[in-house]
DNA sequence: CGCACTACTCCGTGATACTGTGTAGTGGTA
DNA sequence: TACCACTACACAGTATCACGGAGTAGTGCG
């Protein structure tokens, strides 16, 4: 697929909120499942971008746990205005993906 | 709707390039469709960038017309190289979306 | 000891939608 | 005439975001 870093943005961070609302999760751990989920050329600098974006805005608690395979790693658990962003991104996605699909559609 | 700024980008030109391949319109009236379609706050100088983008990136061809309601419009058209474009969108757009679709039904 | 893999940080870049302001043409109305 | 509303386009500046690249560290394997 090319391109489509310009179409991920707004959509992305909703993205990792989704991941980390399934399981506390860190952020090597959460872009090797974003490649997986076909997001095949979001790399680790994007990931945690949006990760310290998170944090500083307040949407999730971190917790620094020792790896054993690494360095420890810093995992992410939505808080209560994590969950409410979370939702609001749910809510924005099927807004905009059903007027486009509409638009597609003939647009009537 | 709240924001849907950041969403919109890659995909609002998508849009555009949709609306004038159903027929040959000019800005004023993109942003009046778009506001239907119920991208409502998007505004004419967002539209006017799309459309000098479009002009200068060769997808669109362009007529000056005379129109009794205001100063002349410009109306564009698609020609080869827009038609391609639009249908690399779609295809972007598809993409995108069943992935998105997937990872929100539980990302299995 | 060097290399691969894991794991995080930070600075800068480019693309895009948006804001605000300005210009201009037409028509209605007081 | 003077004013306003609606139509129609242009452009300079701003904010946000994903990304690239480089650097720092820890673990284990040959």
Redesign the pocket.
């Known amino acids: 697929m090319d391109d489509?870093?310009?179409m991920?943005?707004?959509?992305?961070?909703g993205c990792v909120l989704e991941i980390i609302s399934g399981e506390e999760t860190?952020?090597?751990?959460i872009t090797r499942r974003l490649n997986e989920l076909g997001f095949t050329?979001?790399?680790?600098?994007?990931v945690?971008?949006?990760?310290?974006?998170l944090e500083k805005n307040g949407l999730v608690q971190v917790t620094k746990k020792?790896?054993?395979?690494?360095?420890?790693?810093?995992?992410y658990a939505l808080n209560d205005a994590g969950r409410e962003e979370r939702e609001r991104f749910w809510v924005k996605w099927q807004y905009l993906s059903s007027r486009i699909d509409k638009l597609k559609g003939g647009g009537r």
């Not at 991920?8 to 961070?13: A, F, N």
């Not at 860190?26 to 751990?29: K, L, P, S, T, V």
């Open positions: 489509l870093t310009e991920l943005k707004g959509t992305l961070e860190y952020g090597y751990a050329d979001v790399v680790e600098g994007t945690y971008t949006i990760l310290l974006r020792p790896s054993g395979m690494g360095p420890p790693r810093k995992f």
